[in-house]
């Protein structure tokens, strides 16, 4: 499967963001969908995770309450609402796919399939 993220780009602390996570080529379906992000210099890190019926979804501890992880199926693509955002959420977001992965793998290895990043930055 072969994902495409957008929706990033530069907004003030306070505000919101939508990003999306296209998927294609695959049985969009069968995948579990995570979030990461890796700000500068630091580890690549997990977001959130929504399983393959969207009914089971994972967030870390930083952005619980304010980002929200949907899917449609119908569209072959999942979304990050991000809300509130501060300018520690600044960093370049990636959406993975795999099959079978725990709703809170936190693990980057163990999503075999990337997108290739959308530039978040929240100014202060």
């Known amino acids: 499967v072969q994902l495409q993220a957008s929706g990033g780009g530069l907004v003030q602390a306070g505000g919101s963001l939508r990003l999306s996570c296209a998927a294609s080529?695959?049985?969009?379906?069968?995948?579990?969908i995570g979030w990461f992000r890796q700000a500068p210099g630091k580890a690549r890190v997990l977001v959130a995770t929504?399983?393959?019926?969207?009914?089971?979804?994972y967030y870390a501890d930083s952005v619980k309450g304010r980002f929200t992880i949907s899917r449609d199926n119908a569209k072959n693509t999942v979304y990050l609402q991000m809300n509130s955002l501060k300018p520690e959420d600044t960093a370049v977001y990636y959406c993975?796919?795999?099959?079978?992965?725990?709703?809170?793998?936190?693990?980057?290895?163990?999503?075999?399939?990337w997108g290739q990043g959308t530039q978040v930055t929240v100014s202060s």
């Open positions: 993975a796919a795999d099959r079978f992965i725990a709703v809170a793998e936190t693990i980057p290895g163990r999503y075999h399939y």
């Open positions: 080529g695959g049985t969009f379906s069968t995948y579990d």
């Open positions: 929504i399983s393959r019926s969207g009914c089971s979804t």
